[in-house]
């Protein structure tokens, strides 16, 4: 599932557009042509309007997308963070996605 069109992180339009519930979100600035260049990936695995909030000033926009579960949640932020760079040092990321507490699930792209 692709990500919709990249918002202005504030308080307004996150609580406008985003709902309390499972899913990832990528957080950056847009390029010349609008293009969201992300620099961030994250996901809520309970309340994703509280996350993005946390986040409401130390980047310029973001996107989302809900989950269906946990597991999917953790699995698209592992596929976001390889996609957009994270393992070169290209996203603000500190560290790869970890599971939720009491999981054993591996990440989708990374060699077993």
Same mark, same amino acid.
């Given at each position: 599932? $692709? ?17 309390? $519930? ?22 809520? &695995? ?15 926009? #973001?996107?989302?997308?809900? $989950? ?5 949640? #953790? ?18 990321? $500190?560290?790869?996605? &970890?599971?939720? &507490? ?11």
């Amino acid at each position: 599932m $692709a990500y919709p069109t990249a918002l202005q992180l504030t308080v307004l339009q996150v609580n406008s557009n985003v709902q309390p $519930a499972i899913g990832n979100y990528l957080l950056g600035h847009l390029n010349q042509k609008g293009a969201l260049v992300v620099k961030y990936v994250g996901r809520s &695995d309970t309340d994703l309007n509280e996350r993005l909030l946390d986040h409401v000033g130390e980047y310029e926009h #973001f996107t989302f997308q809900y $989950a269906s579960s946990e597991k999917v949640a #953790f699995e698209q932020e592992c596929r976001d963070y390889h996609r957009f760079g994270g393992e070169k040092g290209s996203l603000d990321n $500190a560290v790869h996605p &970890d599971r939720p &507490d009491g999981f054993y699930w591996k990440c989708p792209i990374c060699p077993p």
